[in-house]
C-alpha cells in the first residue's frame, strides 16, 4: 500500500519560509517521479514542483521558480519542498503527489499522471 504523508505547514508571514516534507512509504520510490501540488480556497489544483526518479531533473510552475526548490533523499523515500519568499497567494493545501508507473511521455504539471496523492499539509501566509 502506497502513501504519502506530508508534513511541515503551518501559519508564516510574508517573507518567512518553510520546508514541506513527504514521506512516502510502500514501495522504494527512487525510480518515481515525485512532485507538488497545490489547492488554494475556491480553486482548482495547480502544479507546483516535480522532481523526476533518481536523475534529479525538476520542474517548476512559473509562480514559484527562484523562490521554491524540490529535492529528495531516496535513502529517506521523501521529497520536500522548500518555500522561500513566501507571499499571501502561496496560501493553500500543500499535496505530495507520485507516479508509479512508466509510459514514454510525461508532463509534469497534469493532475492525472500521478496516481498517488497525499491527504495534504495547510500552508497559510499572512500579509
Known amino acids: 500500500q502506497v502513501q504519502l504523508v506530508e508534513s511541515g505547514g503551518g501559519l508564516v508571514q510574508a517573507g518567512d519560509s518553510l520546508r514541506l516534507s513527504c514521506a512516502a512509504s510502500g514501495r522504494t520510490f527512487s525510480s518515481y517521479a515525485m512532485g507538488w501540488f497545490r489547492r488554494a480556497p475556491g480553486k482548482e489544483r495547480d502544479f507546483v514542483a516535480a522532481?523526476?526518479?533518481?536523475?534529479?531533473?525538476?520542474d517548476y510552475a512559473d509562480s514559484v521558480k527562484g523562490r521554491f526548490t524540490i529535492s529528495r533523499d531516496n535513502a529517506k523515500n521523501t521529497v520536500y519542498l522548500q518555500m522561500n519568499s513566501l507571499k499571501p497567494e502561496d496560501t493553500a493545501v500543500y499535496y505530495c503527489?507520485?507516479?508509479?508507473?512508466?509510459?514514454?511521455?510525461?508532463?509534469?504539471?497534469?493532475?492525472?499522471?500521478?496516481?498517488?496523492w497525499g491527504q495534504g499539509t495547510q500552508v497559510t501566509v499572512s500579509s
Open positions: 503527489v507520485t507516479r508509479t508507473y512508466y509510459s514514454r511521455s510525461y508532463r509534469p504539471a497534469a493532475v492525472n499522471e500521478y496516481d498517488y
Open positions: 522532481i523526476r526518479s533518481s536523475a534529479g531533473n525538476t
